[in-house]
């Protein structure tokens, strides 16, 4: 083999073996005990390299006497968005970095009022509201020192809101969820964003 060929060869092994590949998410839909996995979930969440398993698309018993769904996906978004059908939805992307670069997770919410929650939303309620704007108000009991548990009867007393209005909703802007730095996120919802 000549020496061109070989450095050739080389190169062609060195350069693809640079390729990222797409990471892989892992999926998980979270149903009301009183629904089947084939109706609108409470919440999906994608977690970037999460344990995908052989489970994937069935329907199973959580903790908390619902049910839950999981799926794998390079696309995380869509994959989202085909949970939740028809179904007016809220995805709020967290990321580890103050420009929006770095995914760690992203959890969707079904547009409601009623106090919804669960095993997907690791035991933390919400209620939601999507007229231009996206707001969450998530609830959780204030007693307790260190590590929060949620408030299943959403509590007016017991509220964090998490909101972005139209503009922001619609320039997918990256925004801060506090002064001390941290995580930010970008909303991207429903009916209005599938038509767009």
């Known amino acids: 083999m000549s020496c061109l060929a070989l450095f050739l060869l080389v190169l062609v092994e060195l350069c693809s073996s640079r390729v990222d590949a797409a990471p892989t998410y892992e999926i998980k839909a979270g149903y009301n005990s009183s629904e089947e996995c084939g109706s609108s979930p409470y919440a999906v969440t994608a977690i970037v390299n999460g344990g995908c398993s052989e489970d994937a698309g069935i329907c199973l018993n959580s903790s908390d006497g619902g049910f839950y769904s999981t799926n794998c996906s390079a696309n995380y978004l869509q994959t989202m968005r085909d949970f939740f059908g028809t179904s007016q939805y809220i995805i709020q992307e967290m990321y580890s970095d103050a420009s929006c670069s770095t995914l760690e997770y992203a959890i969707g919410f079904l547009v409601t009022t009623n106090c919804s929650g669960g095993v997907v939303t690791n035991q933390f309620y919400y209620k939601s509201a999507l007229n231009?704007?996206?707001?969450?108000?998530?609830?959780?009991?204030?007693?307790?020192?260190?590590?929060q548990e949620g408030d299943a009867t959403c509590a007016p007393g017991n509220t964090t809101l998490a909101s972005a209005d139209k503009e922001q909703v619609e320039a997918h802007t990256c925004l801060p969820i506090s002064s001390s730095g941290g995580t930010s996120d970008i909303f991207n919802y429903g009916e209005e964003e599938k038509s767009g």
């Open 132 to 147: 231009g704007s996206a707001v969450i108000e998530y609830f959780a009991l204030t007693e307790y020192v260190g590590v």
